[in-house]
């Protein structure tokens, strides 16, 4: 009988270790910038190393900095070390900038920590990283894998095993029961045999590590026999997700009391992460909102000039949880669509006005919404919100439409910067959308936020769909 907690979630064994090392370098390394610059460490200082040791810790938390990275990627490690490191600079900017507190420190002092730091936290990490790399391909720390299902999936996963020595993984045997079918396999010279031929092995202690790389749809009265049988083992077992799983929405493990689940449909944002993206908003929009008043200003008095009509336009649509909120625009049309018809702007709109159409192709109508994003009504970045009537029409239309909003919607968003923006004349552009905006929530991380603004910045503004 399977107990309370069936499925253990991956540990990494260094992980506190790793926490306790961060908090002590960027403390250690504060003082011994104001030791080296000759600066006495007054309280102000105390308070910049703890905020910047809370915040890097919250952002690394975020990204999963502290997970094993037995078989993530070196460059991956590294940029995720240093964006979380760039988020608790930048809170203790803001932090000094509100504060009026930088006229009691000095500067010269805090740009060597800020540069020290981001040079010890990833230095230290690909050190430690390279060490444990170095015994792997000495022998050391190595396991034995045999593969169950010689699948797409199971032959995914032989092809990392493949590239990355380094991890320790060493692909031993496939075992399936479909031999024809397997005929024409890249992996077919290392089949040795049926599934019971595998499991076999497997109790006779041959294998260190057993994935199961079956297909789950067809298949899961057999894998449910094969973990029985792999029960009376000591190996590690895995079940690599099938194609239809690999596309659930953030899948995860997830409890009620002491029973143990795997949520399918389920919002990223939770815990830490909604502090962390919720910290990301208010930071980033009180700082563009000072940047753009005096724009806003002058769009304003120029839409008066323009046209009769409001400055704004407020439309109702759906954000979190398909709960509808009010999206704020700079007023581009004639007419203002707010009902259970609305119709899309389409290329020579007649209903644009001649500002409007300025606007519209420099997406400087979206402005407003930063005022949206400060009230927690949407976020800088994730998928476009639209129109009510749009979305009742396409969520019968599309599938997993609607899981869309397990997040907030955003100004600008992954399916933006990859063309997928302006009008959805066919329903081929609207699924395109939607399969972008539900790769950014399976996604989702700070780093995946900051490339996003950083590509927005320099390619989304302007789009021949912009109308």
């Not at 992460?273 to 700082?287: H, M, N, P, Q, V």
């Not at 976020?379 to 639209?386: E, F, L, N, T």
């Not at 066919?426 to 950014?440: A, G, N």
Request: contains cysteine; glycine residues 6%.
């Amino acid at each position: 009988m399977l107990g309370s907690n069936y499925v253990k979630d991956s540990v990494n064994p260094y992980s506190i270790i790793q926490r306790a090392i961060d908090f002590i370098l960027i403390q250690s390394l504060l003082f011994v910038s104001a030791l080296f610059y000759g600066v006495h460490l007054s309280n102000i200082y105390i308070v910049l190393g703890l905020m910047a040791a809370v915040s890097f810790s919250l952002f690394a938390e975020s990204v999963r900095l502290y997970r094993s990275w037995r078989t993530g990627l070196s460059p991956r490690l590294a940029r995720y070390t240093l964006a979380s490191w760039i988020f608790a600079v930048f809170v203790v900017v803001t932090f000094l900038f509100f504060s009026k507190t930088s006229l009691y420190i000095s500067r010269i002092t805090i740009a060597i920590w800020f540069v020290a730091c981001a040079l010890t936290l990833v230095g230290w990490r690909m050190a430690f990283r390279q060490y444990l790399f170095s015994r792997r391909r000495k022998g050391f720390n190595t396991r034995k894998v045999a593969i169950i299902g010689l699948t797409d999936s199971g032959e995914r996963l032989a092809n990392e095993f493949a590239d990355h020595p380094e991890t320790g993984f060493t692909l031993s045997a496939f075992f399936d029961d479909s031999q024809v079918e397997c005929a024409d396999k890249k992996y077919h010279q290392d089949l040795k045999g049926d599934v019971d031929t595998g499991v076999r092995l497997a109790k006779e202690g041959h294998f260190d590590v057993v994935y199961i790389a079956l297909p789950l749809t067809a298949q899961i009265v057999r894998i449910e026999e094969i973990l029985r049988a792999l029960g009376d083992t000591t190996v590690d077992v895995y079940v690599l997700p099938d194609f239809f799983t690999f596309n659930l929405l953030n899948a995860r493990l997830s409890y009620v009391g002491k029973t143990q689940m795997i949520s399918v449909y389920e919002s990223p944002m939770n815990g830490l992460s909604t502090l962390a993206k919720r910290l990301e908003d208010i930071f980033g929009s009180i700082i563009i909102l000072f940047m753009i008043a005096l724009p806003m200003l002058i769009i304003s008095i120029l839409i008066k000039l323009d046209s009769p009509g409001p400055v704004f336009f407020k439309q109702k649509r759906y954000g979190l949880d398909g709960k509808s909120i009010n999206v704020w625009k700079f007023r581009s049309m004639t007419v203002a669509d707010n009902g259970a018809v609305v119709k899309q702007a389409t290329k020579g709109d007649t209903r644009i006005t001649r500002l409007g159409a300025f606007l519209r192709g420099t997406s400087l109508d979206e402005l407003p919404q930063f005022i949206n994003v400060l009230q927690g009504h949407m976020s800088i970045v994730g998928p476009r919100p639209h129109a009510v009537a749009h979305n009742e029409e396409y969520r019968r239309k599309v599938d997993f439409y609607m899981l869309r909003h397990k997040v907030k919607p955003g100004i600008t968003g992954w399916a933006q910067i990859n063309g997928w923006r302006g009008e959805t004349d066919t329903l081929d552009k609207m699924e395109k959308r939607v399969d972008f905006d539900l790769e950014y929530i399976r996604n989702w991380s700070i780093v995946f936020d900051i490339k996003i603004i950083y590509s927005t910045i320099f390619k989304g503004f302007l789009h021949k769909n912009a109308y």
